[in-house]
């Protein structure tokens, strides 16, 4: 494997820092307070355009013609340091990784950076892909992933995703990629391998590199 691409929000932080909860409220203020959305109807909403578009903000770009760049700068405007801080276990984890490390997301740049920045690691990733990648097409469309692969200029096959979302692993698998889930979700079929955190991730690889098998042996 050439390169690890690794998904940002729950994923290099455990969902326990609940960073999730202030963007949701900045999501819903921006539907009532900005879009003019009901405030009865801002969950039920969201939770469709969620469903139907794999993000609330393409239902809302597509529903209510939302500007994406003043979205994402209005739901991502939250004290990251209040809820992340420097991770030095999963810093010496990434820094044990020989391949290439990369970041894909749904999220916006400049909250990925503010995010890697916090957790002490934004110097150990060669790229960012952000929910720009593809027009704002977000995962788990499988044209952001094949964008991103075009970029990087490998295949699938070189390539291993984790992601804490199982939706998300799925057209990574189409692709060839090697799939690992992290965090607390129940692994599918198309799942390699299934951590607790992105931590357990080096001697997850080592142990599937010494084996010699075609993937990453399941379970923990």
Same mark, same amino acid.
């Given at each position: 494997?050439?390169?690890?691409?690794?998904?940002?929000?729950?994923?290099?932080?455990?969902?326990?820092?609940?960073?999730?909860?202030?963007?949701?409220?900045?999501?819903?203020?921006?539907?009532?307070?900005?879009?003019?959305?009901?405030?009865?109807?801002?969950?039920?909403?969201?939770?469709?355009?969620?469903?139907?578009?794999?993000?609330?903000?393409?239902?809302?770009?597509?529903?209510?013609?939302?500007?994406?760049?003043?979205?994402?700068?209005?739901?991502?405007? +939250?004290?990251?340091?209040?809820?992340?801080?420097?991770?030095?276990?999963?810093?010496?984890?990434?820094?044990?990784?020989?391949?290439?490390?990369?970041?894909?997301?749904?999220?916006?740049?400049?909250?990925?950076?503010?995010?890697?920045?916090?957790?002490?690691?934004?110097?150990?990733?060669?790229?960012?892909?952000?929910?720009?990648?593809?027009?704002?097409?977000?995962?788990?469309?499988?044209?952001?992933?094949?964008?991103?692969?075009?970029?990087?200029?490998?295949?699938?096959?070189?390539?291993?995703?984790?992601?804490?979302?199982?939706?998300?692993?799925?057209?990574?698998?189409?692709?060839?990629?090697?799939?690992?889930?992290?965090?607390?979700?129940?692994?599918?079929?198309? +799942?390699?391998?299934?951590?607790?955190?992105?931590?357990?991730?080096?001697?997850?690889?080592?142990?599937?590199?010494?084996?010699?098998?075609?993937?990453?042996?399941?379970?923990?």
């Amino acid at each position: 494997m050439q390169c690890i691409l690794f998904d940002l929000d729950n994923t290099l932080y455990p969902p326990c820092c609940d960073l999730f909860s202030l963007i949701d409220t900045r999501i819903n203020r921006y539907m009532h307070e900005v879009v003019g959305i009901p405030l009865e109807n801002v969950d039920s909403l969201r939770r469709r355009y969620w469903q139907d578009y794999g993000v609330t903000m393409r239902g809302l770009m597509r529903h209510h013609r939302v500007d994406p760049e003043d979205y994402l700068h209005y739901v991502h405007d +939250v004290d990251v340091r209040s809820r992340l801080q420097p991770d030095p276990e999963l810093r010496q984890a990434l820094l044990s990784l020989p391949q290439s490390r990369v970041v894909f997301t749904n999220s916006s740049r400049a909250h990925t950076d503010r995010v890697l920045d916090a957790l002490g690691i934004a110097d150990l990733f060669d790229a960012v892909f952000d929910i720009r990648v593809a027009d704002y097409m977000p995962k788990p469309y499988l044209e952001p992933y094949q964008r991103v692969l075009d970029q990087l200029g490998l295949a699938g096959s070189q390539c291993v995703m984790v992601e804490d979302s199982v939706a998300n692993l799925r057209p990574a698998k189409q692709l060839g990629m090697a799939t690992i889930l992290v965090g607390d979700a129940v692994p599918e079929s198309f +799942v390699d391998r299934h951590l607790a955190g992105v931590e357990q991730l080096p001697q997850a690889l080592a142990c599937w590199a010494s084996c010699g098998t075609g993937s990453p042996a399941r379970g923990y």
